[in-house]
């Protein structure tokens, strides 16, 4: 236990990328996939197909080529995200962390989308009606009546997202952010014969942390369960 | 059920409000609105009756441009109902719908419920829409339950809030798809009470309904509907002791059996 302890700093840092990527992504990814979801709904033909065309053609492409492409085609074509570069202390966000940040908003909004639309469905038509009726332009209806409701029947699907999004975050590690696989991987390396108990303490971690999440979106489930 | 409407919304009575002329619909092979030619004057009220299926919610859906109409024109105070977008919000808004499923926001409160409108669509503040909403719930007499949420209250509760909240838009019309239909029997006349104020302070409505007594009581019109036609128009005392058509000599006889 003691490679794990004197190395809690380090530790501690690596899961300070790892959940900023997180955040960052899980916050972006509800954003630009409830954007999506409206799409895949709206009354515009093109919109609808296009949001179609995206959510098959990126929820079908492993999450590791995704950010490759983020991060090794990106630049390629313009796409350097060398505007990004901000110091908080020891944390350096740069260039490769947004390609990653990037690339993770990228494949979990097409799940995102994915689950909201099955909560949009579960929505009865009538609420929509009555929110035409009063007067209400499609944006409206979406954020004000069907979202709020969409969001509260997605919850345990949208849970499982953000779930798979925090141990996603894993990927990056093997693309140049420091976060907590690389992290590992690196820990292991200095200390082989400690490996077992820092593969321990890092899976501990992600237990907690997922544990947390699960907790708060039970929370919220019940918290926001329509009466 | 009091206070009295602070403006007079029967201004300018007897003008034509609603007119829908040549109105033709159909859903594939099914002509749902047969050529329905139909006034509706400022501070009337009529009352749509008629079988099932014959068309009669198309006919209210079509009024708002929740359905299109594939012939003829509808205008709604002399002006033709626009095709899409902001014009067509704001029309909807000076329509107001009450649905036989309440179709209250379930994840709004009561207050919410009738303070959305006003606050997104007519951009007023929210203390004034509040007063409003305040205002409202009183005269339908829900005023002191604007915290609860719809599935907190009885199906007779929610109708009356969802003809509040059709009412905090002022509309021009009022437009009811068989508002009593999902009642309890005990909660249909709390409803048509509401109901009946409401004609009896001026309002124009368009009110889909089999409710003989208040059909009696309020209506200036009964239109008889039949397989996406109006059969028969006429005063209510007229048409339920004298009807014309065979159609509704034999449909009032089935619902007068119960
Ligand atoms: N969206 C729709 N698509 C196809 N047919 C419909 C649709 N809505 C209604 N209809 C049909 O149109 C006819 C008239 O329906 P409706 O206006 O609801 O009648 P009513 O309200 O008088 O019972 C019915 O035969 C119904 O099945
Ligand atoms: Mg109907």
Redesign the pocket.
Known sequence: MNVVLDNAGDIALAFIYTLSLFVVAGVLSLIFGALLAAARVGPVAVLRKAAAVYVMLIRNTPLLIVIIFFRFAGPKIGLTFGFVDIRVADIRLNNLYAACAVGLIVYTSSFVCEALRSGINAVPLGQAEAARAIGLPFGGVMSQVIMPQAMRHALPPLASVQIALLKNTTVCGALGVFEAFARMRGLTNDFASARTEIFLAFALIFVVLVEVLSFVAYRLERRWRIA | MSAAPEEDISAGRGEPLVVLEGVNKW??D?H?LQDINVTVNRGEVVVVI??????????CRAINRLETIDRGAITLDGKPLPQEGKELANLRAEVGMVFQSFNLFAHKTIRENVTLGPIKVRKMSKAKADAKAAELLDRVGIGHQADKYPAQLSGGQQQRVAIARALAMEPKVMLF?EPTSALDPEMIKEVLDVMVDLAEQGMTMIV?THEMGFARTAADRVLF?AD?AVVEENTPEEFFTNPQSERAKDFLGKILKH
Do not use: I, R
């Not at chain 2, 008629?50 to 006919?59: D, E, F, I, N, V």
């Open positions: 859903f594939g099914l749902v008629g079988p099932s299926g014959s068309g009669k919610s198309t006919l798809d889909v509907m996406g």
